[in-house]
Protein backbone atom coordinates (compact mmCIF):
# COMPACT_ATOMS: atom_id res chain seq x y z
CA UNK A 1 0.00 0.00 0.00
CA UNK A 2 1.05 3.56 -0.75
CA UNK A 3 1.27 6.63 0.86
CA UNK A 4 -1.78 7.85 -1.20
CA UNK A 5 -3.88 4.45 -0.25
CA UNK A 6 -2.53 4.34 3.29
CA UNK A 7 -4.24 7.92 3.72
CA UNK A 8 -7.26 7.05 2.11
CA UNK A 9 -7.85 4.07 4.30
CA UNK A 10 -7.10 6.39 7.95
CA UNK A 11 -9.58 8.63 6.27
CA UNK A 12 -12.61 5.67 5.40
CA UNK A 13 -12.18 4.03 8.69
CA UNK A 14 -14.95 5.62 10.65
CA UNK A 15 -14.53 3.51 13.80
CA UNK A 16 -12.40 5.92 14.60
CA UNK A 17 -14.26 9.43 13.82
CA UNK A 18 -17.93 8.51 14.48
CA UNK A 19 -18.84 11.90 15.53
CA UNK A 20 -17.49 13.55 12.61
CA UNK A 21 -18.44 11.56 9.97
CA UNK A 22 -22.25 11.34 9.59
CA UNK A 23 -23.78 8.39 8.21
CA UNK A 24 -27.19 9.05 6.27
CA UNK A 25 -29.84 6.68 6.13
CA UNK A 26 -31.00 5.68 2.87
CA UNK A 27 -33.60 8.21 1.01
CA UNK A 28 -33.33 10.82 3.90
CA UNK A 29 -32.49 13.93 2.81
CA UNK A 30 -29.82 15.92 4.50
CA UNK A 31 -30.55 19.87 5.45
CA UNK A 32 -28.56 22.41 2.99
CA UNK A 33 -27.27 25.57 4.03
CA UNK A 34 -27.86 27.03 0.33
CA UNK A 35 -31.54 25.85 0.18
CA UNK A 36 -31.99 27.54 3.68
CA UNK A 37 -30.27 30.71 2.26
CA UNK A 38 -33.00 31.03 -0.82
CA UNK A 39 -35.42 30.05 1.64
CA UNK A 40 -34.41 33.30 4.18
CA UNK A 41 -33.92 35.74 1.10
CA UNK A 42 -37.32 34.66 -0.28
CA UNK A 43 -38.75 35.22 3.23
CA UNK A 44 -36.91 38.68 3.31
CA UNK A 45 -38.52 39.60 0.24
CA UNK A 46 -41.94 38.72 1.78
CA UNK A 47 -40.97 40.69 4.75
CA UNK A 48 -39.89 43.84 2.87
CA UNK A 49 -41.45 43.91 -0.41
CA UNK A 50 -39.84 46.15 -3.11
CA UNK A 51 -36.68 46.11 -1.30
CA UNK A 52 -35.70 42.69 -1.67
CA UNK A 53 -36.41 40.62 -4.73
CA UNK A 54 -39.01 41.81 -7.35
CA UNK A 55 -39.60 45.55 -7.70
CA UNK A 56 -43.56 46.29 -7.01
CA UNK A 57 -45.41 48.57 -9.97
CA UNK A 58 -48.75 48.33 -7.93
CA UNK A 59 -50.85 46.41 -5.28
CA UNK A 60 -52.33 43.52 -7.17
CA UNK A 61 -48.70 42.54 -8.70
CA UNK A 62 -47.55 42.78 -4.34
CA UNK A 63 -50.57 40.23 -3.81
CA UNK A 64 -49.52 37.77 -7.02
CA UNK A 65 -45.54 37.94 -6.35
CA UNK A 66 -45.88 37.52 -2.39
CA UNK A 67 -48.34 34.64 -3.04
CA UNK A 68 -45.99 33.22 -5.56
CA UNK A 69 -43.04 33.57 -2.70
CA UNK A 70 -44.94 31.78 0.04
CA UNK A 71 -46.04 29.11 -2.29
CA UNK A 72 -42.53 28.33 -2.48
CA UNK A 73 -41.00 29.07 0.96
CA UNK A 74 -43.70 26.66 2.58
CA UNK A 75 -42.65 23.65 0.36
CA UNK A 76 -38.47 24.48 0.26
CA UNK A 77 -39.04 25.08 4.03
CA UNK A 78 -41.10 21.99 4.64
CA UNK A 79 -38.54 20.02 2.82
CA UNK A 80 -36.11 21.64 5.49
CA UNK A 81 -37.25 20.95 8.24
CA UNK A 82 -38.62 17.20 7.43
CA UNK A 83 -34.71 17.10 7.04
CA UNK A 84 -33.65 18.24 9.85
CA UNK A 85 -36.17 16.54 12.24
CA UNK A 86 -34.45 13.47 9.93
CA UNK A 87 -31.03 14.57 10.77
CA UNK A 88 -31.79 15.14 14.25
CA UNK A 89 -33.46 11.69 15.11
CA UNK A 90 -32.39 8.81 13.20
CA UNK A 91 -35.20 6.86 14.62
CA UNK A 92 -38.30 8.98 14.04
CA UNK A 93 -40.31 7.61 11.31
CA UNK A 94 -40.50 9.46 8.31
CA UNK A 95 -44.36 9.60 7.51
CA UNK A 96 -44.27 11.08 11.06
CA UNK A 97 -41.09 13.68 10.27
CA UNK A 98 -43.31 14.69 6.92
CA UNK A 99 -46.57 15.35 8.80
CA UNK A 100 -44.63 16.98 11.61
CA UNK A 101 -42.96 19.14 9.06
CA UNK A 102 -45.80 20.25 6.88
CA UNK A 103 -47.65 21.30 10.34
CA UNK A 104 -44.75 23.55 11.55
CA UNK A 105 -44.64 25.59 8.43
CA UNK A 106 -47.73 25.72 8.26
CA UNK A 107 -47.94 27.84 11.71
CA UNK A 108 -44.82 29.36 10.76
CA UNK A 109 -46.65 31.05 7.66
CA UNK A 110 -49.59 32.23 9.53
CA UNK A 111 -46.94 34.22 12.03
CA UNK A 112 -45.26 36.01 9.16
CA UNK A 113 -47.42 39.36 9.33
CA UNK A 114 -46.73 39.06 12.98
CA UNK A 115 -42.67 38.97 12.24
CA UNK A 116 -43.63 41.83 9.78
CA UNK A 117 -45.18 43.82 12.78
CA UNK A 118 -42.18 43.28 14.72
CA UNK A 119 -39.26 43.96 12.51
CA UNK A 120 -41.03 47.31 12.13
CA UNK A 121 -40.34 47.84 14.88
CA UNK A 122 -36.94 47.56 14.56
CA UNK A 123 -36.44 49.35 11.94
CA UNK A 124 -37.96 52.25 13.46
CA UNK A 125 -35.93 51.83 16.68
CA UNK A 126 -32.51 51.71 14.63
CA UNK A 127 -33.57 54.72 12.45
CA UNK A 128 -34.77 56.99 15.29
CA UNK A 129 -31.68 55.64 17.63
CA UNK A 130 -28.82 56.74 14.88
CA UNK A 131 -28.55 60.12 13.96
CA UNK A 132 -26.29 59.03 11.07
CA UNK A 133 -29.19 56.98 9.33
CA UNK A 134 -30.99 59.15 6.49
CA UNK A 135 -34.22 56.98 6.42
CA UNK A 136 -36.24 53.96 7.06
CA UNK A 137 -35.21 52.64 3.60
CA UNK A 138 -31.58 53.29 4.08
CA UNK A 139 -31.87 50.85 7.64
CA UNK A 140 -33.39 48.60 5.61
CA UNK A 141 -31.12 48.16 2.56
CA UNK A 142 -27.82 48.84 4.41
CA UNK A 143 -27.46 48.18 8.00
CA UNK A 144 -26.34 44.63 9.87
CA UNK A 145 -28.41 44.63 12.61
CA UNK A 146 -31.70 44.37 10.05
CA UNK A 147 -30.26 41.46 8.40
CA UNK A 148 -29.77 39.87 11.73
CA UNK A 149 -32.51 40.42 13.42
CA UNK A 150 -34.65 39.33 10.47
CA UNK A 151 -32.44 35.86 10.44
CA UNK A 152 -33.00 35.85 14.10
CA UNK A 153 -37.33 36.05 14.25
CA UNK A 154 -37.30 33.74 11.35
CA UNK A 155 -35.35 31.16 13.45
CA UNK A 156 -36.60 31.99 16.60
CA UNK A 157 -40.22 31.37 15.44
CA UNK A 158 -39.25 28.23 14.17
CA UNK A 159 -37.73 27.56 17.35
CA UNK A 160 -40.65 27.80 18.89
CA UNK A 161 -42.21 25.26 16.97
CA UNK A 162 -39.64 22.99 18.24
CA UNK A 163 -37.69 22.58 14.49
CA UNK A 164 -34.44 21.23 15.29
CA UNK A 165 -31.25 22.48 14.10
CA UNK A 166 -32.22 24.53 11.74
CA UNK A 167 -32.87 27.89 13.52
CA UNK A 168 -29.38 27.42 14.54
CA UNK A 169 -28.35 27.41 11.11
CA UNK A 170 -30.49 30.67 9.95
CA UNK A 171 -28.84 32.22 12.89
CA UNK A 172 -25.39 31.18 12.03
CA UNK A 173 -25.82 32.76 8.42
CA UNK A 174 -26.48 36.18 9.52
CA UNK A 175 -23.26 35.90 11.85
CA UNK A 176 -20.78 35.20 9.28
CA UNK A 177 -22.66 37.71 7.37
CA UNK A 178 -22.90 40.64 9.85
CA UNK A 179 -20.89 39.46 12.82
CA UNK A 180 -23.78 39.58 14.94
CA UNK A 181 -23.98 36.29 17.40
CA UNK A 182 -28.26 35.97 18.23
CA UNK A 183 -28.87 32.48 19.38
CA UNK A 184 -32.39 31.22 17.92
CA UNK A 185 -33.30 30.18 21.66
CA UNK A 186 -32.81 33.77 23.44
CA UNK A 187 -35.92 36.14 23.81
CA UNK A 188 -35.87 39.73 22.06
CA UNK A 189 -38.69 42.26 22.61
CA UNK A 190 -39.76 44.92 20.46
CA UNK A 191 -38.30 48.27 18.96
CA UNK A 192 -35.24 46.53 19.85
CA UNK A 193 -31.48 47.86 18.02
CA UNK A 194 -27.89 47.35 17.86
CA UNK A 195 -25.75 50.32 16.77
CA UNK A 196 -23.15 49.11 14.26
CA UNK A 197 -23.56 45.43 15.90
CA UNK A 198 -19.99 44.02 15.26
CA UNK A 199 -18.98 41.08 18.04
CA UNK A 200 -21.98 41.82 19.99
CA UNK A 201 -22.93 38.14 21.53
CA UNK A 202 -26.39 37.66 22.71
CA UNK A 203 -27.11 33.61 24.72
CA UNK A 204 -29.47 31.02 24.21
CA UNK A 205 -31.18 31.97 27.39
CA UNK A 206 -31.17 35.61 27.25
CA UNK A 207 -34.06 37.79 27.53
CA UNK A 208 -34.55 41.20 26.47
CA UNK A 209 -37.25 43.45 27.05
CA UNK A 210 -38.76 46.22 24.35
CA UNK A 211 -37.14 49.19 23.57
CA UNK A 212 -33.59 47.93 24.19
CA UNK A 213 -30.37 49.57 22.74
CA UNK A 214 -27.36 48.01 22.57
CA UNK A 215 -23.66 49.15 20.88
CA UNK A 216 -21.20 46.54 19.50
CA UNK A 217 -18.79 43.98 21.18
CA UNK A 218 -21.98 43.78 23.83
CA UNK A 219 -21.55 40.47 24.92
CA UNK A 220 -24.59 38.71 27.17
CA UNK A 221 -22.94 35.73 28.35
CA UNK A 222 -23.19 33.28 30.55
CA UNK A 223 -21.13 33.38 33.98
CA UNK A 224 -20.27 29.69 34.56
CA UNK A 225 -21.67 26.62 33.63
CA UNK A 226 -23.29 23.95 36.40
CA UNK A 227 -22.19 20.57 35.91
CA UNK A 228 -23.78 17.38 36.01
CA UNK A 229 -22.34 13.93 37.96
CA UNK A 230 -20.39 13.20 35.24
CA UNK A 231 -18.64 16.53 35.39
CA UNK A 232 -20.27 17.87 31.88
CA UNK A 233 -21.94 21.23 31.66
CA UNK A 234 -25.97 21.19 32.41
CA UNK A 235 -27.61 22.10 29.41
CA UNK A 236 -30.75 24.19 28.83
CA UNK A 237 -30.70 25.89 31.98
CA UNK A 238 -31.26 29.89 31.95
CA UNK A 239 -27.80 31.04 32.33
CA UNK A 240 -27.64 34.41 30.62
CA UNK A 241 -29.07 38.12 31.50
CA UNK A 242 -32.09 39.11 31.66
CA UNK A 243 -32.11 43.42 30.03
CA UNK A 244 -35.53 45.05 31.09
CA UNK A 245 -37.18 47.90 29.16
CA UNK A 246 -35.47 50.87 27.63
CA UNK A 247 -32.03 49.77 28.72
CA UNK A 248 -28.68 51.12 26.89
CA UNK A 249 -25.88 48.76 26.79
CA UNK A 250 -22.57 50.65 25.13
CA UNK A 251 -19.59 49.25 23.61
CA UNK A 252 -17.48 46.49 24.44
CA UNK A 253 -19.67 45.87 27.85
CA UNK A 254 -19.67 41.84 29.16
CA UNK A 255 -23.00 41.32 31.17
CA UNK A 256 -23.09 37.99 32.91
CA UNK A 257 -24.73 35.23 34.10
CA UNK A 258 -28.34 35.23 35.14
CA UNK A 259 -28.49 38.51 36.64
CA UNK A 260 -31.13 41.58 35.74
CA UNK A 261 -30.36 44.84 34.04
CA UNK A 262 -33.01 46.90 35.59
CA UNK A 263 -35.47 49.39 33.50
CA UNK A 264 -34.16 52.48 32.46
CA UNK A 265 -30.77 51.48 33.40
CA UNK A 266 -27.71 52.62 31.68
CA UNK A 267 -24.53 50.69 31.17
CA UNK A 268 -21.31 52.50 30.50
CA UNK A 269 -18.63 51.50 27.35
CA UNK A 270 -15.82 48.68 28.26
CA UNK A 271 -17.72 47.26 31.59
CA UNK A 272 -18.00 43.93 33.11
CA UNK A 273 -21.10 43.38 34.86
CA UNK A 274 -21.90 40.01 36.88
CA UNK A 275 -24.47 41.51 39.44
CA UNK A 276 -27.47 42.69 39.34
CA UNK A 277 -28.28 46.77 38.33
CA UNK A 278 -31.40 48.09 39.88
CA UNK A 279 -33.30 50.22 37.91
CA UNK A 280 -32.82 53.83 36.84
CA UNK A 281 -28.69 53.10 37.42
CA UNK A 282 -25.74 54.16 35.52
CA UNK A 283 -23.30 51.85 35.21
CA UNK A 284 -19.54 53.71 34.21
CA UNK A 285 -15.66 53.86 34.81
CA UNK A 286 -14.77 55.44 37.62
CA UNK A 287 -12.98 58.78 36.34
CA UNK A 288 -9.27 58.99 37.30
CA UNK A 289 -8.37 63.15 37.63
Known sequence: ??????????????????????????????????ILGQIVDTLR????????????????????????????????????????????DNTIELQQAHRAAHEATAVFIKRLPMLRD??????????????AAKSCMEVIFCYPIIRAITNYRIAHELLLLDVPLIPRIITEMAHSETGIDIHPGATIGEYFTIDHGTGTVIGETAVIGNHVKIYQGVTLGAKSFPLDQNGKPIKGIPRHPIIEDNVIIYANSTILGRITIGRNAIIGGNMWVDKDVEAGSMITQRRRD
Open 1 to 34: MNALEETIAQLSNTAHCTTLCHKQTNNVPMPNTQ
Open 45 to 88: SILFPGYFGHAISNASMLSYQIGVHIEEVSRLLSEQIFAGFCFS
Open 118 to 131: MLGTDVDATFEGDP
